[in-house]
């Protein structure tokens, strides 16, 4: 009776040892043809530079990027969440700084993006998924995000 009840405590450790070591594992997946890293996304796109003129006491010539071409979004899992075109388009910035500018910016185009969910079915993107990708930050290109991430990890 004490050995079967022994038996059983082991295979409820080994059962919890397992689910903390697969629980702390890092489960990201680069996909290959990822490019660039942003907080939520691994991303494949291209920029175009641009400058606009500021207003303000000394007019300033101000350095932009904006996204144009094809874009793929994959989540930290290397699933793919969506795909399209930024077509550029010229908007107009008043109120700010004293006298109105224009600049280009990408925007995503419902209709000829496609967007899937976690399991690979395609879905009709939230508005706040459309915003979150609209909006991110690009952290790094993928290269350099990885070398500073091996640097730091081998205290380097």
């Given at each position: 009776?004490?050995?079967?009840?022994?038996?059983?405590?082991?295979?409820?450790?080994?059962?919890?040892f397992g689910?903390?070591?697969l629980?702390?594992?890092?489960t990201?997946?680069?996909p290959?043809?990822?490019n660039?890293?942003?907080?939520?996304?691994y991303?494949?796109?291209?920029y175009?530079?641009?400058?606009?003129?500021?207003?303000s006491t000394?007019?300033?010539?101000?350095?932009?990027?904006?996204?144009?071409?094809?874009?793929?979004?994959?989540?930290?899992?290397?699933?793919l969440?969506a795909?399209g075109?930024?077509?550029?388009?010229?908007i107009k910035i008043?109120?700010?700084?004293?006298?109105?500018?224009?600049?280009?910016?990408?925007?995503i185009?419902?209709?000829?993006?496609?967007?899937?969910?976690?399991?690979?079915?395609?879905?009709?993107?939230?508005?706040?998924?459309?915003?979150?990708?609209?909006?991110?930050?690009?952290?790094?290109?993928?290269?350099?995000?990885?070398?500073?991430?091996?640097?730091?990890?081998?205290?380097?």
């Amino acid at each position: 009776m004490k050995a079967v009840k022994e038996l059983k405590l082991y295979k409820i450790k080994l059962a919890l040892f397992g689910i903390v070591i697969l629980g702390c594992t890092n489960t990201e997946k680069k996909p290959l043809e990822a490019n660039m890293f942003s907080s939520n996304f691994y991303i494949y796109g291209e920029y175009k530079e641009d400058t606009y003129s500021f207003c303000s006491t000394v007019p300033i010539e101000v350095e932009y990027r904006y996204k144009v071409g094809k874009w793929k979004y994959w989540d930290n899992k290397g699933q793919l969440i969506a795909e399209g075109l930024y077509k550029p388009k010229k908007i107009k910035i008043e109120g700010i700084g004293g006298c109105p500018y224009e600049m280009k910016e990408g925007k995503i185009d419902r209709e000829t993006w496609k967007f899937w969910d976690r399991k690979g079915a395609e879905i009709s993107p939230s508005d706040g998924l459309i915003k979150r990708i609209e909006n991110c930050k690009i952290v790094k290109g993928i290269a350099e995000q990885m070398k500073k991430k091996n640097s730091e990890e081998h205290g380097l």
